[in-house]
């Protein structure tokens, strides 16, 4: 071979191995590029994922699910039972006897109103109630009786009952029935006051003649007003997110015990369904106002006065007094409680018990939180000085 052949021979072997050197070099850097994207995409699941179960994690902690109960099953077991379902109606004497009134009042009711074919027609209605004593004593909404006088219970075990009205108190919105039963299951009396916003209850009715319906929710608020649509009314509502519908009205609001914290009431709606918020009368305001029905024949203690507030006082405002809370004793009625304690007309009150008093609101919800025989000692300014006196509760 001749130095020409040599030298092209070695020509092409360099061009060979530059060819495989660079298929190598090729694949090299095409290997690291796919690892590094697969290492990239794993990088990227794992975030994810991480990222996933914070979410979930902090998801869980807002809800707060670990705090939730496992169930409410003993306290459903135990108020069920002492839920009742009442349906009321006008007997016919009732019935007439208004359409009588009805006539005085307009004459021509007879040809345009319920009696155009000489048969009026009586009112029926349905609600829920809760039976708070062995022997038969229910309480339930006034507005679930008022204008009948004809009401059957039926307890959770179907039993049906005819009940007698012991008394009302439509200013809360509260009334009393009584059967002739004994050894009934009843719900005590929990104290409203513990109950804390953001607290699990249940409210227990009778919704649509369904047997003892239970819903759970949150308390969403108390202290609401302005719910009843009376000029008189005393509100003090606890709010909750729990299903109330018709037919529950008069049920129980329970805490997780199955102890009873409120009488369901009313709901805020524009359909007459529920709509999202149900209200219920605390615990606190029902227990003394159902004793004074049950022992004494009436709704409320009375102090028996009648108070200003300091502002609304013309007295007081033209003098322009120091004190700026309190309530002004416009009048002491005769033979009143407050009269035997010696209360004075242009006393100031200022607190009852450990209870702060700036307007008759307060003094009523306060008195409406005692029962008659109650002693109680009431705080006030008399000629700018502080007194203190004690008041023996009468009806």
Do not use: C
């Not at 009321?88 to 040809?111: H, I």
């Not at 708070?132 to 006034?142: A, C, F, H, L, S």
């Not at 000029?231 to 709010?239: K, L, M, T």
């Not at 700036?358 to 000629?383: C, P, Y």
């Amino acid at each position: 071979m001749g130095v020409k052949s040599l030298l092209k021979a070695k020509r092409n072997t360099s061009k060979t191995m530059k060819k495989i050197f660079s298929l190598m070099v090729a694949g090299a850097t095409g290997g690291l590029i796919v690892l590094a994207g697969l290492f990239s995409v794993h990088h990227y699941t794992i975030s994810k994922d991480s990222a996933s179960d914070v979410h979930l994690t902090s998801a869980r902690q807002a809800l707060g699910i670990e705090s939730m109960p496992g169930d409410f099953i003993a306290a459903a077991d135990k108020a069920m039972p002492a839920v009742v379902h009442i349906s009321v109606k006008e007997s016919q004497a009732l019935t007439r006897s208004r359409s009588d009134q009805q006539r005085r009042r307009d004459p021509f009711s007879f040809f345009f109103g319920d009696d155009f074919f000489g048969n009026p027609r009586g009112r029926e209605g349905k609600g829920s109630g809760v039976i708070i004593t062995r022997d038969g004593y229910i309480v339930t909404n006034n507005h679930v009786i008022e204008m009948t006088d004809d009401y059957e219970v039926t307890l959770h075990d179907d039993r049906k009952f005819k009940a007698q009205l012991v008394g009302t108190d439509p200013r809360t919105d509260i009334a009393v029935l009584k059967i002739d039963a004994d050894a009934l299951p009843f719900l005590q009396f929990a104290n409203s006051d513990d109950v804390r916003v953001g607290e699990w209850v249940l409210a227990v009715g009778n919704p649509f003649d369904l047997t003892s319906t239970v819903t759970a929710g949150i308390v969403s608020a108390k202290g609401r007003n302005r719910i009843l649509k009376r000029n008189d009314a005393i509100e003090d509502f606890i709010q909750t997110d729990a299903v109330v519908n018709p037919g529950n009205s008069g049920g129980a609001l329970i805490n997780q015990e199955g102890d009873l914290i409120g009488v369901n009431t009313a709901i805020a709606t524009a359909t007459g369904y529920y709509a999202g918020y149900s209200f219920a009368i605390p615990s606190n305001m029902v227990e003394p106002i159902v004793h004074n029905i049950i022992d004494f024949g009436g709704p409320r203690v009375s102090l028996g006065v009648y108070v200003a507030s300091i502002k609304d006082y013309e007295e007081y405002t033209e003098n322009e007094l120091e004190q700026k809370n309190g309530v002004v004793v416009t009048e002491v009625i005769d033979g009143s409680a407050a009269q035997y304690a010696g209360i004075l007309p242009s006393d100031i009150i200022v607190k009852v018990e450990k209870e702060e008093i700036n307007s008759a609101e307060d003094l009523v919800e306060v008195m409406n939180e005692h029962k008659i025989g109650d002693q109680i000692q009431i705080t006030l300014i008399r000629n700018g000085k502080a007194e203190k006196v004690s008041v023996l509760l009468k009806s």
